[in-house]
């Protein structure tokens, strides 16, 4: 949320919606920004609006966003991580990261293939395009929309084949594409 204001809130709830009628059967549609009420309080800072959900919206939480330094990335293999629906429990991704050494996040290989960090989607960049991996963990609401813009295209990206790109972007609701960008080289194998 930033001026008072949901960001990318169409792609928001699809996702809850999708979630919801697959996770919980539910038929009905939710609105964020109709069951959603913007504290009085809050100002026109940025913030990040967690929404806690099943079959209805349990609960509400806002906090004075703060983007994260990234300047190193650190690949790290599993091939049974899922995390295809955005569950409140990150226990599978809070194991992933303790392995991140002195490196400042992760990058998600599953089954060879490139997917996530830990809290992002990624692109990457090869002089002329961007790309991002065809088989995330969580389809993101900024990756989603990047995609519809055509900023963007989906890609089979193996961990062996970050040499033919020049860098990476972390891209989530709070950061758009090339707004976290680093040298392809600060991905540690």
Not at 149 to 161: M, N, P, S, V, Y
Not at 162 to 188: E, F, G
Request: with cysteine; charged share 25%; aromatic share 10%.
């Amino acid at each position: 949320m930033s001026n008072r204001k949901f960001q990318n809130i169409f792609y928001h709830n699809q996702r809850l919606n999708r979630a919801r009628k697959e996770l919980f059967g539910c038929t009905d549609v939710i609105d964020i920004a109709t069951e959603v009420s913007i504290p009085a309080d809050l100002g026109e800072s940025t913030y990040k609006c967690s929404i806690l959900y099943s079959t209805s919206i349990e609960k509400v939480n806002f906090e004075v966003y703060k983007r994260r330094e990234i300047k190193s990335l650190k690949l790290v293999h599993d091939g049974t991580i899922d995390y295809y629906y955005k569950y409140a429990d990150r226990s599978s991704l809070n194991k992933l990261l303790e392995q991140k050494g002195s490196c400042d996040e992760i990058v998600i290989v599953k089954n060879g293939l490139i997917t996530d960090t830990s809290y992002t989607n990624l692109a990457f960049f090869n002089g002329s395009d961007w790309h991002t991996p065809s088989i995330p963990l969580l389809k993101g609401t900024m990756r989603e929309k990047l995609l519809e813009e055509k900023l963007i295209r989906e890609k089979e990206i193996r961990f062996t084949d970050l040499h033919l790109y020049q860098k990476v972007s972390l891209i989530n609701c709070m950061l758009h594409l090339d707004a976290l960008a680093l040298p392809i080289s600060h991905i540690i194998t």
